[in-house]
């Protein structure tokens, strides 16, 4: 869906029409999607290895792909697409180099920070600003100066674990 979503939110220029009423929706639905495909899994103890790795994966590629069409769209600030990138893949390339020690599935604060960056980027990506003029900015800015705080925080928390599980690792070799 993340091609789709790129083409619907570059049709038009990114104006407030069909096409970015059709990006909001698109970008929704592969959310709870991605949500619905987790819960099943979860609740039918499906959950693997692969999943714990290609999830976030997919979650970093949608999320990914909006912010750095929002920047691109001059509606989202590129300092806060590169910040939130670099802790993404930071995070994935951290995962892959420690595997071989165990892995890393998501934190609670891992699950919290992409909650709220996709409130932020639904907020920037509906057209708001025509029912609540300039409330609109300053609610989605809020929003997403919390979201790049928590991706920030939960970056540092997955680095420190990243260190205690090669840690452990190393102390119990075999185990």
Known sequence: MVPLFIWLLAADDGRDGLFRWLAVATFAVAIYTDKLDGDLARSRGLITDFGKIADPIADKLLIGSALVMLSVLGELWWWVTLVILVREVGITVLRFVVIRYGVMAASRGG?????????????????????????????SATVMAAAVVV?????????????QLRRRALQNPGQ
């Open 111 to 139: 699950k919290l920070k992409t909650v709220i960056q996709t409130l932020a980027i639904f907020l920037f990506l509906l057209p708001l600003a025509a029912w609540l003029g300039a409330w609109a900015w300053w609610i």
């Open 151 to 163: 991706t920030v925080v939960t970056g540092a928390d997955y680095v420190i674990k990243a260190v």
